[in-house]
């Protein structure tokens, strides 16, 4: 199923996570399998966070690039509007390409 996901994107081009394991660089079009990286201040959800469409009122976009994904093993999260609505928790993702408009 596909999906969106906010990404942080680095000076020269690379894309991260906004919060967890920012370390670490994604590549496109190459399976991933959600990891486990817990981090003082957040709630421990071993599963890629992605949204149903490329909204999330509640977090900035400076900096940050939507990409659409494709996923695997996912369950449905459901979050207030204010949060984008429904996320997705998924097992394994594969990066597809930008999203160039929302």
């Known amino acids: 199923m596909k999906a969106y996901k906010l990404f942080r994107e680095l000076k020269n081009g690379d894309i991260s996570s906004l919060f967890i394991n920012k370390k670490e660089r ?4 190459r399976w991933m399998s959600a990891e486990n990286h817990p981090t003082k201040g957040f709630a421990e959800r071993p599963f890629w966070h ?8 509640h977090l900035s976009e400076k900096d940050r690039v939507w990409m659409e994904v494709e996923m695997d093993g ?29």
């Open 26 to 29: 994604y590549e496109l079009d």
């Open 74 to 102: 996912y369950q449905e999260f459901k979050r207030p509007d204010s949060q984008g609505g429904v996320w997705y928790l998924a097992d394994n993702i594969r990066i597809l390409g930008r999203v160039t408009s929302v």
């Open 50 to 57: 992605c949204c149903s469409e490329p909204r999330a009122p």
